[in-house]
């Protein structure tokens, strides 16, 4: 087997709130909540296909419990919502689902499977995959990575789902780059990405000109920095730089991120500063920095976002506790350039 090696560079950015403006700016339009049924709704994605938008999330009796199940919404227009599938597999506590769209254009789920014998007992995740062709009828759940390493999400890029792998069982912390073809069988790309401190939820995009982005939450273990990445590889992603990106973010949960038509970068996770909350912020790739802007109506237990350009707006679904008990929200934000002026009234 041929050895393959990594080049690794960490930027260590500092650690105070970065300063410098940002080209855009962003109004909360209104977030309204989308769904309460269960005892414990969290872990969300969103995403629009086939003319409908879809938001998936977790149902449980609590945050941890064994009877995680995936429920699965649609929605025509952004406001009413209904249930369109609800996804199960016996002996198993289904987490924090994933949405994307493979090549053959069916609807793919994605998620966490840990075969939890009680409520708020630990045990190792793995990750189980389901596919649709109408989004209300579902193939049954498999096992495409077995407990103890959790594929969190696949993003698909040129035919190939890719994803990160992290340790869900203690031990030996670190990440794995997988790759697969049908969604279903995953091989390493690059065995060990990352195993400083306590790296887990990653979230893959690729950029116009192929470049894959990579924002990396980090958790507390023994002296190692909580402080979340950013990384960055071109050619055939075996190659890694990697990018501090502060204190202000530490422990930056649930992330995710997308590219605007506008070509700028927004980011979503769960902060502490100022109270725990989900945030929306500014993700420079050229200058590997993050800034925080806007504090979405949240608290709690929260974070967890889906984020879908749509209309002209930015959708943003994600879970909070804030009015009392961990609800579905959507939240539909406008992406103004710094400057912009609003048009005199007539």
């Known amino acids: 087997m041929v050895q393959r090696f990594i080049s690794v560079v960490v930027a260590v950015l500092g650690t105070t709130i970065a300063l410098a403006a940002t080209p855009v700016e962003l109004e909360l339009v209104e977030a309204q909540k989308i769904w309460d049924q269960a005892p414990h709704n969290a872990f969300t994605d969103l995403i629009g296909w086939k003319e409908q938008l879809y938001c998936a999330f977790r149902e449980g009796r609590g945050h941890v419990s064994t009877d995680g199940r995936i429920r699965v919404l649609r929605s025509s227009d952004g406001q009413t919502w209904d249930s ?49 062709q109408d989004g209300t009828t579902w193939t049954e759940p498999q096992i495409v990575v077995a407990p103890g390493r959790w594929l969190w999400r696949v993003t ?52 116009a000109d192929g470049t894959c982005y990579a924002l990396v939450r980090r958790d ?73 802007l806007l504090h979405l109506p949240s608290g709690g237990d929260t974070s967890y976002a889906g984020l879908l350009w749509h209309d002209d707006l930015l959708y943003v679904s994600y879970y909070s506790s804030h009015e ?23």
């Not at 369109?84 to 949405?99: E, I, K, M, T």
């Not at 961990?326 to 350039?337: G, N, S």
Request: neutral net charge.
């Open 84 to 132: 369109a599938a609800l996804v199960s597999f016996q002996g198993y506590d289904f987490r924090d689902a994933h949405l994307s769209i493979a090549p053959d254009d069916r609807l793919m789920l994605i998620g966490g499977a840990a075969p939890r014998k009680k409520d708020n007992e630990s045990a190792p995740t793995g990750s189980f995959v389901t596919f649709s």
């Open 156 to 207: 698909w890029h040129e035919g190939k789902a890719y994803g990160v792998s992290y340790t869900a069982n203690g031990g030996d912390r670190h990440l794995t780059l997988l790759t697969s073809t049908d969604g279903l069988k995953y091989e390493p790309l690059v065995e060990r990405l990352f195993d400083k401190g306590s790296p887990n939820e990653t979230t893959l995009r690729f950029g």
């Open 220 to 292: 507390r273990h023994n002296d190692a920095p909580t402080t979340p990445l950013l990384g960055v590889s071109k050619g055939d992603y075996t190659q890694w730089q990697w990018h501090d990106l502060g204190n202000e973010f530490n422990a930056f949960g649930g992330p995710d991120f997308l590219q605007l038509p506008c070509g700028h970068w927004i980011a979503a996770g769960r902060m502490h500063q100022g109270g725990t909350h989900t945030a929306l912020t500014y993700l420079d790739v050229q200058s590997t920095t993050m800034t925080a």
């Open 324 to 346: 009392g008990k961990t609800a579905i929200y959507l939240a539909k934000v406008k992406v103004k350039p710094v400057g912009e002026t609003k048009a005199p009234e007539k």
